[in-house]
């Protein structure tokens, strides 16, 4: 495996979105990730058979110059998790969610899974979402760098918080009907397609799912908080019936 390095004018997620189409369809490329936190923006590509001439030329296609670094022939080590210590906004947000659902469901006549799972989706929703409409341009840009259909349609970066929103909305207001959890389901389905291919290329890459407040990595983090809403979804349209 071969491994190149190029200092580049890349200056931040729409630029990797301008990019993307163009190294992930190339052939000799196996992988690829920017480094927007350097000064130098280094692109690392990886490849077989990989060519200094054909990623400069590709990024020379959209407006962008490349300029190697250092050709390593090594083999790609697999990306480490982060130390759980990244993940601190997330783990509170979590906390805080759960210890309200705690507070409501003590004071409830009876326990009900159901109302638990709706409790926690619609603040899932409603937090995530809310963080993300802080800055809707930068989440967009950043979502369009790992979304299948973002990629494809930006639009669809600046409509995906209000959706959030909109789910959140409908949970909390205990709307029973059918379509909330089919749109779930959906939504957060094929959300976690476009976070599993970014893993499954090793892609060191920012995770959207709380804006652009916070700084945190794509991980398997992020597919098990899509996975999880979508699991629960499912299991509120078995215990409707």
């Not at 300029?67 to 993940?87: C, G, H, L």
């Not at 003590?106 to 899932?124: D, R, S, T, W």
């Amino acid at each position: 495996m071969k491994i190149l390095k190029f200092k580049t004018n890349l200056r931040c997620e729409s630029c990797l979105a301008k990019i993307k189409p163009l190294l992930d369809g190339d052939k000799t490329i196996q992988s690829w990730e920017v480094n927007l936190a350097s000064s130098d923006k280094v692109l690392t590509v990886s490849g077989d058979n990989v060519d200094v001439s054909r990623v400069k030329e590709l990024l020379k296609q959209v407006g962008y110059d490349a300029q190697e670094f250092k050709e390593v022939p090594i083999a790609i080590n697999p990306v480490s998790e982060p130390s759980p210590q990244t993940y601190f906004p997330l783990i509170l947000i979590f906390a805080y969610l759960g210890g309200g659902i705690a507070i409501f469901q003590l004071q409830a006549p009876i326990f009900n899974i159901k109302e638990v799972m709706g409790q926690f989706m619609g603040g899932f929703f409603i937090i995530f979402s809310f963080f993300k409409l802080l800055n809707l341009k930068g989440f967009s840009d950043a979502y369009s760098t790992y979304d299948l259909l973002a990629k494809r349609w930006p639009s669809y970066g600046y409509i995906y918080p209000f959706i959030e929103l909109g789910l959140g909305i409908a949970y909390w207001s205990h709307i029973e009907d059918l379509w909330v959890d089919v749109a779930t389901i959906v939504v957060m389905g094929f959300s976690s397609l476009g976070v599993m291919q970014s893993l499954m290329q090793k892609r060191k890459i920012k995770c959207a799912c709380l804006g652009t407040v916070f700084n945190l990595p794509m991980s398997s983090i992020t597919l098990i908080e899509d996975l999880l809403m979508m699991i629960m979804a499912i299991s509120m349209v078995i215990l409707s019936h």
